[in-house]
Each structure stands twice: as structure tokens, then as C-alpha cells.
């Protein structure tokens, strides 16, 4: 069978908070969450009843907005939707990875320049400790920071490709594949395969990635919800 119709990547967040990313989970009943500066994923089961969104509430607080990628359940009554969009799913079990001699390793010090970039380019959510996950590469022009690309989910068997973004001064000159090539190469000498999620009305990205050798897995819904400012935390 192929590692593309693995399960775990229907519920990537779950399968990497259960998994290779354990260390970060932090858990209340059947719901877990990075850490809010870490990433802003809830993971939570798709037949959720009041109890689970008691716990969503819980570990996000009141006010709070919890994102979801690949939840295929309903909001509670009085849950509002803040976010919510139509995205792919993207596998490289033929991608050709491969190292880029002007990528270099982006590390705490590059946390700064990093959130600059993504406010400038908005290439999906990228907070003060998502570094933390995995490889972050990055290509400098005059010493800036223009170009970067790094690991994010990292379902067993897999690691998603995340932040991929370039300047727009130095758009077209093929450094996002480039990067996307390098931190895949990164991924593939772990053993493991690189996919990656993108909107499903970016043609641009969807093309670049195709070209790759990225092929569509599914579709993917992200979903961000508001916890309630009058809900209360239930009494562990």
C-alpha cells in the first residue's frame, strides 16, 4: 500500500502530538494542543461532544482561538467560526530532494528576521517557538534574510514542509524551490517522507509543488474557532 493513504495524515496533528512531537502535547481528555507560542493546533476527535470542547476551553482559555486542520466534526452552539478554509494535501514520495550550498541553518537568534518575513510574506501561521519543531532553512541576499523554509507536523513517517516563503524583491528566481528541495533533503536521510498543505485556490504554490514532484492527497479543511468569553473553565 502507499504511505500516501496513511492514515495518520488525516489527522496530522493528532498523529504528531501522539507521536513524534509527544514532547510538546499538552492534554486534558481526548484533546491536545501545542504550546501558544509553538504552533496554534488543537487536535481533537471528530465525534467531539461537550466534554471535549469543555477541555478545548480549558488548555486555550476563554476568549482564545483554537485552529484545526483536518477536523471533520461541528462547532458547538455558540462557538463562532473566526477562520475557516478549503486547502490540499500534498505528498513528495517523489520528490528529488537535495542540499542548496546557500541555504543556511536558521536558529533562535534568526527568530526575529523569521517573523518578519512571514508578517511581510503570510505564509500560514508561524509564532516565536515554531523553529522549535524542526530544520528551518533560510537563503540571506546582503545579509537579510529573504527566502526560508522549515519542518512543521511531523506525523509518524512524515514531516510537513511549512513557511515557505520569499521576499517579493526576489520573487522568480526559484528560491522557494530550492528551499522546499533542501529541507526535503533534510527529511528523506530520516527515512521519513515530506508533505506539505497549502490553500486550494493557491494555483501558484499547488504548480510549484507539483513540479517537485508533490502530488494531491486530499483535501483539507482549516477550521479556527473562538472559545466563548463567558465560558467558564470546568473545575478539574
Not at 84 to 112: H, I, N, S, T
Not at 126 to 142: A, D, K, M, N
Not at 195 to 221: K, Q, W
Request: proline share 8%.
Amino acid at each position: 500500500m502507499s504511505k500516501a493513504h496513511d492514515g495518520v495524515l488525516d489527522h496530522p496533528a493528532r498523529a504528531a502530538l501522539t507521536g513524534p512531537h509527544a514532547r510538546f502535547a499538552e492534554r486534558r481528555g481526548r484533546v491536545l494542543r501545542y504550546p501558544a507560542e509553538v504552533a496554534p493546533w488543537v487536535a481533537l476527535p471528530d465525534d467531539a461532544r461537550d466534554a471535549d470542547w469543555a477541555d478545548v476551553a480549558a488548555l486555550t482559555g476563554p476568549g482564545s482561538e483554537a485552529l484545526t486542520v483536518g477536523f471533520r466534526g461541528s462547532l458547538p452552539e455558540g462557538w463562532p467560526t473566526v477562520f475557516r478554509a478549503d486547502g490540499v494535501q500534498l505528498v513528495g514520495e517523489d520528490v528529488a530532494g537535495e542540499p542548496d550550498p546557500e541555504a543556511v541553518l536558521l536558529g533562535a537568534v534568526d527568530v526575529p528576521e523569521m517573523l518578519d518575513l512571514v508578517a511581510r510574506t503570510r505564509p500560514g501561521p508561524f509564532l516565536p517557538r515554531t523553529r522549535e519543531l524542526g530544520t528551518y532553512l533560510g537563503i540571506r541576499r546582503g545579509g537579510a534574510l529573504v527566502a526560508m523554509a522549515g519542518e512543521r507536523l511531523r506525523p509518524p513517517g512524515w514531516t510537513e514542509i511549512s513557511a515557505v516563503c520569499t521576499d517579493p524583491a526576489v520573487r522568480g528566481q526559484g528560491l522557494a524551490g530550492r528551499l522546499v528541495r533542501a529541507v526535503a533533503h533534510g527529511i528523506q536521510r530520516r527515512g521519513e517522507i515530506p508533505f506539505l498543505h497549502t490553500g486550494a485556490d493557491n494555483a501558484g504554490a499547488i504548480r510549484l509543488y507539483e513540479s517537485l514532484g508533490f502530488r494531491h492527497r486530499r483535501d483539507i479543511l482549516f477550521l479556527g474557532t473562538r472559545v466563548p468569553d463567558d465560558l467558564l473553565e470546568p473545575v478539574a
